[in-house]
């Protein structure tokens, strides 16, 4: 199915992709660094916390309220406080992020059903790990409320919680299927982009304008190795993710490869028209540089999409990552059915089709 010619090309490209120890190793071992340190370092979790008690009731209330705290499997150590000073001082100077304090009066209150309130300081230098420190306790001081209304008379209403797909919020569960759509994007834009500034910079870009080759064959067989080369690293993700990261892969895996060429395919029309506009590899660098921040962004990888204003939103549905994370996300976490895959996929394939389109366009007049 494919001519002598166009395979010839591809071989080549691969060669001159594959050659270089340097690059072989390039090609491998940092997409497998990039999976394992964002796998652990981009992560909202506050864990090895420090939480100040201040306990000035000593009643069994505020004991199992301590207890439920000491339990977190995020919470290190509870520093035990005497006085109202002693816990001002251990915010001012960073000896915990967090102080519980109980009022003389707290158990006695529960125990006659008036309520009862928890005093709660967080140091406020560390603005994003306190307040996912306060959404801890606040949700141990719920559970513990919760049992304290399951001993007393049924109330009229009840609210029962919930979590779909990731049961116990695991937060490499939503972090490890989007590393697979950003790290393939950067690693296949990288490959790709250096493709004509390479031949340029070398000067074998006129002895290829020479050459037998047919436009449409150089520019295949361009496309071609970048593609292959982010089948073979997406899939060294999925047999990771779920072997080593424990990050279910519940979807179908045949529809996630379909969708995974087309994602591909655009990608790779995005970095040739990169590298065709480059007349240097260090500007198809900077050119791939300043195209992958903004596809990482409006990815959704950061921010819901939804909560975009509706202009940068319309940018963010050209935006492959976009439809390819709903893909990935879906396929390993949700068992997505064929007829939402198919939903995701038909947009890369017209983004794909447009960006091929505009690249084989540009490349033709440069090759005129």
């Known amino acids: 199915m494919i001519g002598a010619r166009l395979r010839a090309i591809i071989v080549k490209e691969l060669w001159a992709i594959l050659r270089d120890p340097k690059a072989r190793i390039t090609l491998i071992v940092p997409p497998i660094l990039q999976l394992f340190l964002f796998g652990f370092a981009s992560t909202l979790e506050v864990t090895s916390i420090r939480v100040g008690v201040l306990d000035m009731d000593g009643g069994a209330y505020s004991q199992e309220v301590i207890q439920r705290i000491a339990g977190s499997p995020n919470v290190a150590r509870i520093v035990s406080l005497r006085s109202d000073a002693e816990l001002r001082q251990a915010i001012d100077r960073q000896q ?3 102080a519980v304090r109980f009022g003389p009066t707290f158990s006695a209150d529960i125990a006659a059903g008036r309520g009862a309130t928890i005093g709660a300081i967080y140091d406020g230098r560390r603005s994003n790990a306190a307040q996912i420190v306060s959404g801890y306790i606040e949700r141990i001081a719920g559970d513990v409320g919760a049992g304290l209304s399951a001993r007393a008379p049924p109330a009229v209403g009840q609210t029962i919680v919930t979590h779909w797909f990731n049961p116990n919020l695991t937060y490499l569960w939503f972090v490890m ?6 790290i393939a994007a950067v690693s296949s834009l990288s490959v790709v982009s250096q493709s004509v500034a390479r031949e340029r910079e070398l000067g074998t870009f006129d002895q290829l304008m020479v050459s037998p080759f047919r436009t449409w064959e150089i520019l ?3 496309m071609m190795p970048p593609v292959i080369i ?4 997406v899939t060294l993700f999925v047999v990771l993710i779920p072997t080593v990261f424990g ?3 519940t979807g179908s895996v045949p529809l996630f490869y379909v969708a995974l060429i087309f994602y591909l395919l655009a990608l790779t029309g995005i970095g040739m028209l990169i590298s065709t506009l480059s007349m240097t590899q260090q500007q198809a660098f900077l050119g791939m540089f300043l195209a992958s921040v903004p596809l990482i962004i409006l ?5 819901p999409v939804d909560n975009m204003p ?3 939103r319309m940018i963010a549905y050209a935006n492959p990552p976009t439809w390819f994370l709903n893909i990935c996300e879906g396929v390993f976490l949700k068992a997505m059915p064929a007829s939402e895959i198919l939903a995701n996929t038909w947009p890369l394939v017209l983004i794909a089709a447009v960006t091929i389109g505009a690249a ?4 033709r007049s440069r090759m005129e």
């Open 360 to 363: 084989s366009m540009l490349f």
């Open 230 to 233: 982010g089948i073979a690293n």
């Open 247 to 249: 990050v279910p892969l």
């Open 299 to 303: 990815s959704g990888y950061a921010s």
């Open 177 to 182: 299927p989007a590393l697979v759509v950003i």
């Open 220 to 222: 295949v067989g361009k």
């Open 310 to 312: 509706d202009w940068l």
């Open 96 to 98: 915990v992020i967090a």
